[in-house]
Each structure stands twice: as structure tokens, then as C-alpha cells.
């Protein structure tokens, strides 16, 4: 006795895809994984090389403060900069305010910790600084002043500007990376 095999047919929904729309499937999803990670791997680059500029950048205004306090001639309002945001305060060993930027006059200590023992501080990421809107800032300290007087100097920037080009970024590449999926898909 033989076994009847039915006849497979292009209109019957049961039968397997055919070869052809299998492997654009497969290689539709190998391209959307790849540049689905690649966009992931840009996005997680550029925050960090950007954080990095905006500590460098709080780093050398901390250090131009710094100096002022090493011979000084600091006085009671830091005088502004390029970067009119950033926030600026020195303090001296008992946690008492003796200068500080525009935006921070009057107000007391901000920034409460330590500075870098290190030759290279570590900046910290700060939150809600008095004064202004919630918001999240790059803040680093460094030590400044004589042996009988130190202070510590601390510089804030807002990552305001990082944070708004990276969701500008992200939203471009949600949109794009489909598209370019399903234009490649469409070649495939």
C-alpha cells in the first residue's frame, strides 16, 4: 500500500514559505539586529566622549579659579566666563562659602562632596542645583589655596545640551533605522 502525499500548492496557507521569503526574512532581521546595535553602540559612545568634554571643560574653569585662590586674589563673586551656566562656589575647610558664580551668589554650600586627592578630580554627577530647574550637572572639585588656608574649589555645567542633542540623535536613528531596514529588505 502506498501513502498518498498531498500536492503542496502556492495557495495552500500550510505549506512551508517558500525558500525565497525565508531567507529575506532571516536576512531582514540580521540587518535590523546590526544596525539596531550600532545605533545602541553610537548613542553609548557619544554620551560618554561628550560627558568627558563637559568634565574637561569644568575641570580647566575649576583650575583658572584654582590659581586665583592659590595667590589670593579670589573675591567674593567669581567673575563669568564663556560658560556664563556653569556653577561655581569656593569653600573653605569648614564648609563656609567665600566665592561663588552669579547664579549661586548668597546661597549657602551646594556641593558637598570631597575634592579629588588625586592629580586628575573625578567629576560627579549632581542633581537639582539650588537656583535653577531640575536638572542634571557634570561638577568636579579640585583643592586650591596656601597649607593654612585651603579651600576647595567645585565647577558645575549642565549636561542640558548633551542630554537634548542625544534624544535628538535617538529619535532620528527610532525613525531611520527602520526605514533603512525595510529599503534593504526591499533590495534583498
Known amino acids: 500500500m502506498t501513502e498518498h502525499v498531498p500536492h503542496r500548492t502556492r495557495g495552500n496557507p500550510w505549506s512551508p514559505a517558500p525558500l525565497r521569503l525565508r531567507l529575506t526574512a532571516a536576512a531582514a532581521l540580521v540587518m535590523a539586529a546590526g544596525l539596531a546595535g550600532a545605533a545602541v553602540l553610537l548613542v553609548v559612545w557619544l554620551h560618554g566622549s561628550l560627558i568627558a568634554g563637559l568634565d574637561q571643560t569644568a575641570l580647566q574653569r575649576a583650575q583658572v579659579v584654582a590659581v586665583d585662590a592659590d595667590s589670593n586674589q579670589i573675591s567674593a563673586e567669581v567673575p563669568a566666563t564663556s560658560h556664563a551656566e556653569a556653577a561655581v562656589q569656593v569653600v573653605d575647610g569648614k564648609g563656609n562659602v567665600l566665592a561663588s558664580s552669579a547664579n549661586l551668589?548668597?546661597?549657602?554650600?551646594?556641593?558637598?562632596?570631597?575634592?579629588?586627592?588625586?592629580?586628575?578630580?573625578r567629576a560627579h554627577t549632581v542633581h537639582d542645583i539650588p537656583e535653577h530647574e531640575h536638572g542634571t550637572w557634570r561638577a568636579v572639585g579640585v583643592r586650591a589655596g596656601t597649607a593654612g588656608n585651603p579651600v576647595t574649589v567645585y565647577v558645575a555645567l549642565p549636561t542640558e545640551s548633551v542630554d537634548h542633542g542625544l534624544s535628538q540623535l535617538t529619535t532620528g536613528l527610532a525613525t531611520g533605522v527602520p526605514a533603512v531596514v525595510a529599503l534593504l529588505t526591499g533590495v534583498v
Open 105 to 121: 551668589r548668597g546661597l549657602p554650600r551646594v556641593f558637598t562632596f570631597p575634592a579629588s586627592e588625586s592629580g586628575t578630580p
